[in-house]
Every structure is written in C-alpha cells, then in structure tokens.
T-cell receptor
Framework: EAGVTQFPSHSVIEKGQTVTLRCDPI?????LYWYRRVMGKEIKFLLH????????ESGMPNNRFLAERTGGTYSTLKVQPAELEDSGVYFC????????????FGPGTRLTVT | QKEVEQNSGPLSVPEGAIASLNCTYS??????FFWYRQYSGKSPELIMS????GDKEDGRFTAQLNKASQYVSLLIRDSQPSDSATYLC???????????FGTGTKLQVIP
C-alpha cells in the first residue's frame, strides 16, 4: 500500500511569491490533515478535511493560507503571498474513517521563504 | 504551559539498555496518546498508540499511560543504534481528530 505522498519535497521562494503544496493521502483515507513545523518548534496542526469538507481549520495562521481538497482525494495548500515566517516543513497526514485518530504522515515539504 | 511537554534531550543510552522517554500533557480530557519516531529529515512514523490507563506492549516497545498524573511514557528495551531518532509524543483530545505534538526527545543509542 502506497503511503502519503507530498510534492514538492523542497521549495525555495521569495517573499511575496505564491507556492502551492500538494498532498496525496493513502488511498481510501477520508481524513486528511495538514501540519507545519517551524524551526525549533513542535509540529502544529493546521487543518483537517473529511473527504472534501473542512472539518477543523482552527490552526490556519491567517488568510494567506488556502487549503482545498476537491473531489475528496488529493489536497493542495496554497500560501499567497508568502512571508518569511512561513518557512518550515509542511506535513500532510491521513487516516481512515472510523479507525481511531491514528494518523500516517507524508515525508513533508520543506518551504524556505527568502 | 505547553499542551504537551517533553524533555528535548538528547537522551543517551548504551546499546542493549532500556530507554525511557517521558511526556506530560495539560488537557485532562485527552483521550488518545501516540508515540511517533522521526529520523532526521524524515516523516514522523507512528510506533505506538494507547487509549487506556496501564501498559501496552508491542515488541521492544512499551507505552505507559497514567491519566490521573497526565503522564505518558515510552520504554524501549534492548535499545539498538537504529533506535536513535527523535521521539514525538502526541495527544488527541477527542472530538475533532487533530493531534497536538510535543517538541520531541532526541534519543542516542551508543554502540
């Protein structure tokens, strides 16, 4: 079974530019989560999709971040315009519905804003 | 006070010894507890989950939960150099399924 995949693995952009991160969850997993880890800090929750619906977006830092999951399969996280403090590693995780909150993480996208 | 607290380490243990990793959490309503292992530059890998008070064993790993003390621990028996990694404690408080992480404890197993 393929795991959670994320693209790109690394992205370096300038302040003010736009970046879109993609996550493909494990096939059949209805739950998809985005997390972020900034340097020296803990991994922090951003938002949770159940299929194509946003279940909880309480962790989204501001309106420069937009997450979508059209069709309930893959998800994108767009940062527009990017700021220096957005640098970090963005993780995606997925879990199946009804099997408890155990989540399986992707390899992450390292975003550097210069 | 952080929601999930861990000693950042590094915790150094000799090969073959027992490594003991500890975690405390602040939300008394928390229901689910997880240990993730993260190698440098890699994704967090779920290694243990525990939902009720007591011990849960899986191979060389034992998770211990004490809800009254708001304390979770992970014991690694017969530690191997390949166990060297950062161990993340994570807590789910029920309702929505978001997980709150600690900063992680770096474990070094010395051959």
């Amino acid at each position: 079974e393929a795991g959670v995949t994320q693209f790109p693995s690394h992205s370096v952009i300038e302040k003010g530019q736009t970046v879109t991160l993609r996550c493909d969850p494990i096939s059949g997993h209805d739950n998809l989560y985005w997390y972020r880890r900034v340097m020296g800090k803990e991994i922090k929750f951003l938002l949770h999709f159940v299929k194509e619906s946003k279940q909880d977006e309480s962790g989204m830092p501001n309106n420069r971040f937009l997450a979508e999951r059209t069709g309930g399969t893959y998800s994108t996280l767009k940062v527009q315009p990017a700021e220096l403090e957005d640098s970090g590693v963005y993780f995606c995780a997925s879990s199946p519905t009804g099997d408890g909150p155990e989540q399986y993480f992707g390899p992450g996208t390292r975003l550097t804003v210069t | 006070q952080k929601e999930v607290e861990q000693n950042s380490g590094p915790l150094s243990v000799p090969e073959g010894a027992i490594a003991s990793l500890n975690c405390t959490y602040s939300d008394r309503g928390s229901q689910s507890f997880f240990w993730y292992r993260q190698y440098s530059g890699k994704s967090p890998e779920l290694i243990m989950s525990i939902y009720s008070n007591g011990d849960k064993e899986d191979g060389r790993f034992t998770a211990q939960l004490n809800k009254a003390s708001q304390y979770v621990s992970l014991l690694i028996r017969d530690s191997q150099p390949s166990d060297s990694a950062t161990y993340l404690c994570a807590v789910n408080s029920g309702g929505y399924q978001k997980v709150t992480f600690g900063t992680g404890t770096k474990l070094q197993v010395i051959p």
